[in-house]
């Protein structure tokens, strides 16, 4: 049985329509921090190319292993090697607008992690003295890269914390400073890659490498209420 007292009060419901009915602050924050990269993954390739698809997969095959192994007697664990990708393709010339086979094209990709960043410039001049005809990019990373990021999100939230402030002076009002609400926007991206050609290398007496520093940044929303 349902019994209606004047004097009785819901109170949860009361603060509940008081919750949703405050005044609403919404900032945003950013923070970001700079890291020095530890180590490098490099994009490597073999790609041969013949009218006999089984000899051009051997002499793919045959380099490629020999790469792997001079890779590995640089004290580069073979877990840190892996094929990225594998593709054989047909080639064609265009004579008379005519399409005349010129010879299958076997690519084999291997993606390599150097932990020694001090290695980097040191594996590509020798895969490619022995074997390598590609590389198509190297990444600089960081090995920690959540230490660093939990720094930039630090910095986020007292960005969006001092934004808050300002703006309810500017208003004045009173800020409450618990904030109702506190939402991650983006993580940091990886860095870029940057684009290699092998011929550099091939021309090269010694690749030189820097590293530099990579940005990382944190973003936050937060939701604050005032008086």
């Known amino acids: ?31 970001s921090v700079s890291a020095v990269p530890d180590r490098a993954l490099l994009t490597i390739g073999v790609i041969t190319e013949n009218p006999n698809l089984s000899a051009a997969q051997k002499e793919n ?18 877990s840190d090697i892996q094929t990225s990708s594998f ?10 607008g005519q399409q005349l086979f010129r010879a299958y094209r076997v690519e084999h990709q291997l993606q390599v992690m150097v932990k020694d960043i001090r ?20 990444q600089f990373t960081v090995s920690n890269p959540d230490v660093f990021y939990n720094q930039a ?19 004045q009002v009173s800020l409450r400073p618990v904030p109702v609400n506190v939402q991650e926007v983006s993580q940091s991206l990886p860095p870029r890659p940057v684009p290699f050609q092998a011929v ?11 590293p530099g520093e990579n940005k990382i940044t944190a973003s936050v929303k937060i939701q604050f209420t005032y008086n």
């Open 119 to 138: 290695q980097t410039g040191q594996a590509i001049d020798q895969a490619v003295a022995n074997g390598a005809n590609f590389v198509s990019s190297i």
């Open 61 to 78: 095959a045959d380099k490629t292993a020999f790469v792997i192994q001079t890779l590995m007697s640089l004290g580069i664990p073979q």
């Open 153 to 171: 999100l630090s910095l986020a939230i007292q960005n969006a914390q001092q934004k808050a402030i300002s703006m309810a002076r500017a208003l």
């Open 1 to 31: 049985m349902y019994y209606n007292h004047p004097g009785f009060q819901n109170v949860g419901v009361r603060q509940q329509d008081d919750f949703t009915t405050m005044n609403r602050l919404i900032v945003s924050g950013e923070g």
């Open 87 to 96: 593709r054989i393709e047909p080639q064609y010339n265009y004579e008379n």
């Open 200 to 210: 550099m290398y091939a021309q090269s007496v010694e690749t030189p490498i820097q």
